[in-house]
Nanobody
Framework: QVQLVESGGGLVQAGGSLRLSCAAS????????MGWLLQAPGKEREFGAA????????NFANSVKGRFTISRDNAENTVYLQMNSLKPEDTAVYYC??????????????????????WGQGTQVTVSS
């Protein structure tokens, strides 16, 4: 059974940085993609960033491009989200998610959140102004 456990959320001032981690277990993830999806207060869950374990291909939402980076540690089955230049509008619960949709190229890294099959419990990120 796939399990995703996030860590690293917290409270930070605008302009600051945070690093989120997602530890995955339950299977081999070398042919999977993992991403970070976020849900701001009163809004629907939306795509943030994703990465393929096999190739390191990445994708970012326009709202975070240039400020956030995503990386992975294949040996540890862990994905990281480095968030820099944080803004109050980045405040959200950040969810780690994974999928192994092979037909889409060793894991889907697009923005359709329904194509992510496994989810973590989420970690709160709050950015104060």
């Amino acid at each position: 059974q796939v399990q995703l456990v996030e860590s690293g959320g917290g409270l930070v001032q605008a302009g600051g940085s945070l690093r989120l981690s997602c530890a995955a277990s339950g299977r081999t993830f070398s042919d999977y993609a993992m991403g970070w999806l976020l849900q701001a207060p009163g809004k629907e869950r939306e795509f943030g960033a994703a990465i393929r374990f096999s190739t390191g291909d990445t994708n970012f939402a326009n709202s975070v491009k240039g400020r956030f980076t995503i990386s992975r540690d294949n040996a540890e089955n862990t994905v990281y989200l480095q968030m820099n230049s944080l803004k109050p509008e980045d405040t959200a619960v950040y969810y780690c998610a994974a999928n192994g949709r092979y037909a889409l190229g060793l894991g889907y890294i697009g923005s359709s959140i329904t194509l992510y099959d496994y989810w973590g419990q989420g970690t709160q990120v709050t950015v104060s102004s």
